[in-house]
């Protein structure tokens, strides 16, 4: 009998003990904690403030960063989180944002949509934020979107996407389709051939990028010799390959995402395929992607963007020194980089010209102009995208791009192509909204 | 012995009715925020009630509930989807080029239908699954290689289908339940009250279920199947029962996870959370039924603690805790008492663990 007692005793102890470390976790996670580290620690450290930060209103602003840190995107999103980091800590230096200094409270997405939405809501309930730097997948940024908008609070985007998109609570500051797919496949109409094969990722971006390149091929009597899709991270590509030489198409259209890039170029330089049998184009191969494919397989191939490391602006001289400044010499900047930077400059400029961080005040004031890295920039008060300069860019053996073709002027961005007929089946029924 | 089982039995009795007073005091000390992320542990917290039925006390380990977490949080979720768009095309069908509602889209409009099904067809599927593996004596490591396969088959298809399930970006932007407002906190409170309901009556169920003949019947197909069948017993339709049953209880886990995350991707049901719902299992101590529900609250709890505190390196702490655990507590977070007696008590040898394990 009294051995029973005592197991029940322990039992009862262990139970205890289990509750109150639950409580304590708890606590720690709902009352921001105590330690307010000084503000010059929080600067050099940004990703150890998480929630230890307490801010002082009277004299900082609370801004939310939410990349995927971990997981299968962590490789892309670190650079276009730390280029956020930069752009703060540029403003900062400069006196901050009416007067405040702006406090980064960062998050990790952990490439899960629903931790993206957990951690924008945390970001806008719990630590009261009204901007969130953040996103790359279109997954993620379908995540974060009702959040912000119950929420009211505002989500910076930087990545070029699909479009078929306008929230009120989103500033996109990647290419709308007619800023980058568009013009890629009018330029590659005219210089390159008319037979296309279509080659992407199994998700939204691709599917609805081809579906508006089939569109426009069908307006301009060209032709689809092929449309193939491969799993997000697929690596074999020897199928694709023989397609490939079965249909011999004169331009390759790809929208592969992430680790595929890597397999799909290695594998098809193995083949015995360069860029003098057929040019593939693609949308999601930036400087720092060429870094992990190789120069050598890229060489002659094209991609179509807003910026390149090499564009000749003062504004992205001073820019790509201090990322390197920063980072490393080793690194190289690109467009999702760039769009990363300037639009927390964006933000900042926007807040100051409203006097307020409060969201309504800002969006109504965001129609402005910035210097950006790759060009003025200015935001679209129709559409809260911005207008960008197109750009179109041939790999160089030494992975950086030469620019071919640039639209002179930033193109006004058209998420749902409005302007352009031949895309009224796509896009009609939503753009009647 | 038989006073040492009870006074077990009474302790783990007290240890659920604190549980249960803790879960529900907390809403009034916590943020709006917290209590939906708490809300959203419970709804784990449930599915591991199943799972600890199947793996802890039957011995068959799945590593494919997320199928039938996922069938329960797409069926909510398409429910919830068609009173967005209150009955029109959702706004990724329009893209994917569809122009009418496919057939259980409509169908999952009504609410009561909705719920069945979420319910329902993850029970379904186990049945047919469950029937030919069991049936064919497809066992151990044999059967969770196929839960995995299933799985990856199950993710592929829901990308695949993109202009039925949303692909990759799953199915989001959710306005109401039943009517009501999904991102009013009052009827985030309620969800989590519902949430808690279950998990308690399910929790009652499941400890009525392992208590009875049946349960010793679970507790005999995982330490000698053959003894069993050989005494007269077809154990195969036990297997398939227990596993429809903690199906349906993964489909309900599902329905109340997406109404309070808002969102189901084919990532939240994919090969690797369908294997952290048995390390929840394992580190609250599998063959225990409370031990599991603790697991998971505390597995999440401590995965969102160290991802806002440490964002940059929150993994290798939640990394650590699980090697931690493993070692040192093979038997999970419920045998920490026994651990701390033996290590009081003089005496040797009076129980070995397998023992412990079925002794509730």
């Known amino acids: ?433 | 012995m038989k006073s040492v089982v009870a006074n077990y039995m009474i302790s783990r009795k007290w240890l659920l009715l604190a549980l249960v007073i803790l879960l529900i005091l907390l809403p009034f000390v916590l943020s709006d925020f917290r209590v939906n992320l708490l809300g959203r542990y419970l709804a784990f917290a449930i599915l591991v009630i199943g799972l600890d039925l199947l793996w802890g006390y039957m011995g068959v380990l799945s590593l494919g509930h997320g199928i039938f977490f996922g069938l329960g949080a797409y069926i909510m979720g398409i429910h919830l989807k068609m009173e967005a768009s209150s009955g029109g095309l959702p706004d990724f069908m329009m893209w994917s080029g569809m122009t009418e509602l496919p057939w259980f889209w409509t169908v999952l409009q009504h609410p009561v239908i909705a719920i069945l099904a979420g319910i329902i067809v993850p029970m379904i599927i186990a049945v047919i699954l469950g029937f030919f593996t069991f049936r064919n004596r497809i066992q151990d490591v044999y059967f969770t290689i196929l839960t995995q396969a299933l799985v990856m088959v199950t993710v592929t298809l829901l990308i695949s289908r993109q202009d039925v399930t949303g692909g990759t970006n799953g199915l989001t932007g959710f306005s109401t339940i039943f009517g009501f407002s999904l991102s009013d906190p009052a009827t985030q409170r309620v969800i989590y009250y519902v949430t808690l309901g279950c998990l308690v009556i399910i929790l009652l169920i499941c400890s009525r279920l392992i208590n009875s003949l049946f349960g010793k019947a679970l507790i005999a197909i995982r330490d000698g199947e053959n003894r069993l069948r050989f005494s007269g017993y077809d154990t195969s339709m036990f297997k398939v029962l227990v596993f429809t049953i903690s199906a349906g209880i993964a489909g309900l886990a599902g329905m109340l996870f997406v109404m309070q995350v808002g969102i189901i991707s084919p990532t939240q049901i994919g090969i690797i959370p369908s294997i952290e719902m048995i390390l929840w299992v394992a580190i609250g101590g599998r063959g225990t039924l409370i031990g599991p529900v603790i697991g998971a609250i505390l597995t999440n709890s401590a995965k969102t603690f160290f991802s806002e505190s440490y964002p940059d390196i929150w993994l290798y702490f939640l990394g650590a805790v699980f090697v931690i655990v493993v070692i040192f507590l093979p038997g999970g977070l419920m045998s920490l008492g026994k651990k701390l007696k033996r290590r009081n008590s003089n005496e040797k040898g009076q129980t070995n663990s397998k023992a412990d394990y079925s002794a509730s």
């Open chain 1, 1 to 433: 009998m009294k051995k029973g007692k005592k197991t029940e005793h322990t039992r009862l102890i262990a139970g205890f003990i289990g509750l109150v470390c639950f409580l304590l976790m708890l606590t720690a996670c709902g009352d921001g904690g105590e330690a307010a580290s000084d503000q010059a620690e929080a600067q050099m450290h940004p990703s150890e403030t998480g929630e230890e930060v307490n801010i002082d209103e009277s004299e900082q602003i609370p801004v939310g960063i939410l990349h995927s840190l971990s997981g299968t995107m962590a490789m892309s999103e670190t650079s276009v989180y730390e280029a956020e980091m930069l752009a703060i800590k540029e403003i900062n230096e400069a006196g901050g944002v009416l007067g405040k200094e702006l406090v980064p409270i960062v998050e990790d997405g952990a490439s899960e949509p629903n931790i993206f939405s957990e951690r924008a809501a945390k970001l806008l309930q719990q630590d009261e934020v009204d901007v969130i730097f953040g996103g790359w997948t279109s997954a993620s940024r379908k995540a974060m979107l009702p959040v912000v908008e119950d929420n009211n609070g505002l989500l910076f985007y930087p990545v070029q996407y699909e479009g078929m998109e306008a929230s009120p609570n989103i500033f996109y500051a990647g290419a709308a389709p007619n800023q980058q797919i568009v013009p890629a496949v009018d330029w590659l109409l005219e210089n390159e051939g008319t037979e296309f094969f279509l080659l992407g990722s199994d998700y939204v971006f691709p599917r609805v990028a081809n579906q508006i390149i089939k569109a426009q091929l069908e307006e301009n009597g060209a032709a689809l010799v092929d449309e193939q899709y491969t799993p997000l991270g697929h690596t074999d590509y020897n199928t694709v390959i023989s397609r490939i030489r079965e249909s011999e198409p004169e331009v390759i259209f790809n929208t592969l995402n992430g680790d595929s890039n890597v397999a799909f170029f290695k594998q098809l330089a193995d083949a015995g395929i360069t860029s003098d049998d057929v040019t593939v184009l693609s949308v999601s191969v930036a400087e720092e992607e060429i870094r992990g494919i190789g120069a050598d397989v890229l060489a002659g191939h094209y991609a179509s963007w807003n910026y390149y490391q090499t564009t000749d602006t003062p504004e992205n001289e001073e820019f790509v020194a201090k990322y390197k400044e920063a980072y490393g010499d080793d690194r190289v900047t690109g467009d999702p980089i760039e769009a990363g930077y300037f639009m927390v400059h964006l933000w900042a400029q926007a807040v100051e010209a409203a006097g307020t961080t409060e969201v309504d005040a800002v969006r109504e004031a965001a129609a402005i102009e910035f210097n950006a890295p790759g060009g003025p920039v200015v935001i679209d008060s129709d559409n809260q995208h911005v207008y960008k300069t197109v750009r179109i860019g041939e790999v160089g053996e030494d992975g950086q791009f030469t620019e071919v073709w640039n639209s002179d002027e930033p193109v006004k961005p058209d998420p749902f192509l409005e302007e352009y007929d031949w895309a009224s089946d796509i896009s009609g029924t939503l753009a009647g909204e």
